[in-house]
């Protein structure tokens, strides 16, 4: 076994005091025992429960394979939600869901469009196709897993059935120490979080598939030919329609009243786990464990930790500045309202000025925005003005054009856009500009016209301090208040590139929604998710995620969940800071997770595969570190 590793990473200096004591070493071996103690030839169980998202039939047949034997099981199940099997942990399975019927159902809770002249899914005959109505549309259900000892929870969905067939282990994709459709020794909003993140990538899967909002002449491609275009060819166009599926169930999640209230309690972790999880790249092949018991865990936990202060204290100050220039960006009011000020501005003109409302072509005003208004050869607007407090500027054209009162006005274009105030100054190239209303707009609606709109393309966004230049995909939707007012309501917000100050060039993703959409104040109340791509001295691999409720809390790591990537190797913390009382949980690859209590200069805990232990978290005469059962000690930091 390696000797004491005395690093003792600056990350956790505020966290957890020096370890005192006797100045004795504490007892090591030089050579463990294989399976530390533990009975190598032991195969622990794992128990396996499932979750498949109610859009198609639940009840079917299972088919379980070992890959590494060929080994096949069959079930026959009358709810797959209500099923659990016994297997061997250690062990890479295929797991084969057959639906008793292919039908699947609508997913989306505002329905899935007009229904056909005497059309048989149509169950209760209204011309619509209701949310749970049979749609012309199927899944299928297949995911691989490498088990772990204890309790296991599976999440079918279409996405893990791409990953299936090649057995991928994405979990350097979500930055989870298990892929995101497999939990072991999880909480109750990590349980929520997977249950989201399977029905959003179904839902999408069966939108796209509808195309509600195409052409009738449209080709949609099968989810299978987005993913290989995407993964083997680098080539995301199809893949992204898949991906603003995905954040539509999120959105429209988050605007149903009743879905709201829970939903709002994991939004930003969900909105980044499942959104960087579908950010292809290069996925090894998950693989069975030579042996269910070794301290590789302890090894990445130390070096990974020595790696964030890299290895030499000025580079903690280092990683701290370039982090808290980041939060600094993200906590700014000025800068998170600019996104609300730009969307509202372009829907609001478009709204107001329309050949909906058979507008002539001319100058209008629209509270404090004076327009120009053009319609050949198509449709021009150009606005300057302010709104929101922003100095604003468009110029955007609008090329198709659809009136329905049924399936609401509908039009489509680009432009760009930009809104200034102070020092900060947002502008984008917007290539696509889509708004959907609520029925028709005409003079009688003309302060209620409410809808949806997304806007796509490139912007940058400067500040005093940094500029960044980055992909943004933007969701507004404009919703009537109790107080028979038009709210706007940020509804998700995706920004991708990179971020740049005097101190840093760093690739910086970052996700947000509004918390309490239904609230109608005048704070925006965002949700953050954070991805950051670090290159390290001693770390070029280092990425580093991260959800806030508050995003100036991205540098509090005295309370905080963190995932990050180093070496290929994934690593999630829970950090909890209670007065003397500190308690850090490390969980890493294939199921290992570390334990740490600590109390004054008092370390315990355990470090565990599972639901087994492996060894017990001790002070020896002063040091912390794990005590395994075959005597030999090994030291925390």
């Not at 690093?7 to 399976?35: K, Y």
């Not at 059935?161 to 979990?171: I, P, V």
């Not at 290069?282 to 042996?291: I, K, Q």
């Not at 001790?618 to 075959?630: A, E, N, S």
Request: aromatic content about 8%; some cysteine; hydrophobic content about 35%.
């Amino acid at each position: 076994m390696q000797k004491i590793n005395k690093i003792l990473p600056l990350l956790l200096a505020g966290t957890l005091a020096a370890c005192g004591g006797s100045s004795d070493p504490a007892p090591t071996v030089n050579d463990a025992e294989p399976g530390l103690g533990h009975d190598v030839t032991q195969v622990p169980s794992a128990s396996v429960a499932f979750f498949v998202p109610k859009f198609a039939d639940t009840s079917g047949t299972l088919t379980v394979t070992q890959v590494s034997s060929r080994e096949t099981q069959q079930f026959t199940v009358n709810d797959l939600n209500q099923m659990t099997i016994a297997l061997d942990a250690g062990r890479v399975y295929q797991f084969e869901f057959s639906p008793s019927s292919e039908q699947a159902f609508c997913p989306r809770k505002l329905g899935c469009g007009r229904a056909l002249r005497d059309d048989p899914n149509d169950l209760n005959g209204n011309d619509e196709i209701d949310f749970g109505e049979p749609v012309s549309a199927t899944v299928s259900y297949s995911l691989a897993a490498k088990l772990i000892a204890g309790q296991n929870q599976l999440y079918f969905s279409s996405y893990g059935t791409l990953l299936s067939e090649s057995q991928s282990d994405s979990t350097v994709l979500s930055l989870t120490n298990t892929p995101i459709y497999h939990l072991s020794h999880s909480r109750i909003n990590q349980s929520l979080q997977a249950e989201y993140a399977a029905r959003a990538f179904t839902y999408a899967d069966i939108m796209r598939q509808l195309n509600i909002e195409g052409r009738q002449d449209d080709e949609t491609s099968s989810l299978a030919d987005a993913f290989e275009l995407a993964y083997n060819h680098s080539d995301n166009t199809l893949w992204q329609s898949y991906i603003d599926e995905v954040n539509q169930y999120f959105i429209e999640t988050l605007l149903d009243e009743k879905d709201s209230t829970l939903f709002a309690n994991v939004v930003e972790q969900v909105l980044l786990n499942a959104n960087e999880a579908l950010q292809l790249q290069d996925m090894v092949t998950l693989a069975d464990s030579e042996t269910v018991f070794n301290n590789d865990l302890l090894d990445h936990f130390r070096d990974s930790l020595g790696v964030i202060r890299l290895q030499e204290e000025k580079y903690s100050d280092e990683l701290d500045t370039k982090l808290r220039e980041i939060e600094s960006l993200a906590a700014d009011e000025v800068v998170q309202e600019s996104f609300l000020a730009l969307s509202e501005a372009v829907y609001n003109v478009v709204d107001a000025v329309s050949p909906a409302r058979n507008s002539e072509p001319g100058n209008y005003q629209v509270d404090d925005l004076d327009i120009v208004y053009t319609t050949d050869p198509s449709f021009n607007w150009r606005v300057t003005g302010f709104n929101r407090g922003f100095e604003v500027s468009i110029d955007v054209t609008m090329s198709e054009w659809r009136k329905s009162p049924t399936l609401g006005d509908r039009i489509a274009g680009s432009g760009v856009a930009s809104v200034r105030k102070g020092d900060v100054s947002l502008e984008a190239d917007l290539d696509d500009i889509f708004l959907l209303f609520d029925g028709s707009i005409d003079d009688d609606n003309l302060q209620t016209a409410t809808g949806t709109s997304r806007f796509a393309g490139k912007i940058t966004l400067q500040t005093s301090a940094s500029t960044t230049k980055a992909d943004l995909r933007l969701r507004l939707n404009r919703v009537m208040s109790p107080r028979n007012s038009v709210e706007s309501i940020l509804a998700n917000l995706r920004v991708r590139g990179d971020f740049e100050t005097a101190n840093q060039l760093t690739p910086v993703t970052l996700y947000a929604a509004e918390r309490s959409p239904f609230a109608f104040d005048t704070s925006l109340d965002l949700a953050f998710g954070l991805h950051v791509d670090f290159d390290l001295k001693g770390g070029p691999d280092f990425q580093l995620q991260l959800a806030v409720d508050d995003p100036s809390n991205v540098t509090n790591l005295n309370s905080a969940e963190i995932s990050y990537l180093l070496g290929g190797r994934v690593m999630q913390l829970d950090v909890r800071r209670s007065g003397d009382n500190n308690n850090i949980v490390a969980q890493g690859k294939d199921g290992y997770w570390l334990d740490i209590k600590q109390k004054g200069r008092n370390f315990t805990g355990g470090y565990y595969y599972g639901d087994q232990q492996i060894g017990d978290v001790k002070t020896v005469r002063g040091i912390p570190g794990v005590l395994f059962p075959d005597g030999s000690f090994e030291s925390l930091f």
